[in-house]
Each structure stands twice: as structure tokens, then as C-alpha cells.
Nanobody
Framework: QVQLVESGGGSVQAGGSLRLSCAAS????????MGWYRQAPGKQRELVAG???????TYADFVKGRFTISRDNANDTVYLQMNSLKLDDTAVYFC?????????WGKGTLVTVSS
């Protein structure tokens, strides 16, 4: 099993920044991809950004140029730096890890962007 614990969520005004962290523990060998998803009220969960073990990244179009995902392999932690936050970024952000066909999820951290 893999445990994922998110931190760093909170409230911020539009245009501001937050950094989310996700600490992984447990059987983390061969985790080949980690990332962040989000789910806004009444909407489906959607991919925000992902990073592979080799460092390749992917971003949803709606965060390109504003969010940056990074990975600290030594500490088994993934970060999401979020800049220029918009009202539409308000959501619960979930950390995700994938190993082969198995997915692991954190419990989520709430990000609220206000005007």
C-alpha cells in the first residue's frame, strides 16, 4: 500500500500563490507516475499535472504557464506550485500515484480562491 498525504491548501485571493505538497510513504517502490487532480463542487475530478519518475511532466491546458509540478525523489514528495490563481481554481486537490495498473489517492486538500 501507498499512503499519500497532502498539505498546503488554504484560502488565497485571486492572483495569489500557493504551494501544495504530497508526501508518499509505504510501498513506494516502482511508483512511476505521480500527480495532482482536482475536483470542484458539482464537477468531475480532473487532471491538473503529472510527473513521471524520469522527470517528464504534463499539464492540463487550463494551468499551463501558471502551475509547476516537481518531485523530490530523495524525500518521496511531490509539489505543485500554483501561481496567478483564479476563482475557477477553487477545488479540492488530490495527490495521485500510479504503479502499473494500481492507483493511489490522498484525501485531498481544499484550495479556495476569492476575489
Amino acid at each position: 500500500q501507498v499512503q499519500l498525504v497532502e498539505s498546503g491548501g488554504g484560502s488565497v485571493q485571486a492572483g495569489g500563490s500557493l504551494r501544495l505538497s504530497c508526501a508518499a510513504s509505504g510501498s513506494i517502490d516502482n511508483i512511476n507516475r505521480m500527480g495532482w487532480y482536482r475536483q470542484a463542487p458539482g464537477k468531475q475530478r480532473e487532471l491538473v499535472a503529472g510527473i513521471w519518475s524520469g522527470g517528464t511532466t504534463t499539464y492540463a491546458d487550463f494551468v499551463k504557464g501558471r502551475f509547476t509540478i516537481s518531485r523530490d525523489n530523495a524525500n518521496d514528495t511531490v509539489y505543485l506550485q500554483m501561481n496567478s490563481l483564479k476563482l475557477d481554481d477553487t477545488a479540492v486537490y488530490f495527490c495521485h500515484a500510479a504503479r502499473s495498473v494500481t492507483d493511489y489517492w490522498g484525501k485531498g486538500t481544499l484550495v479556495t480562491v476569492s476575489s
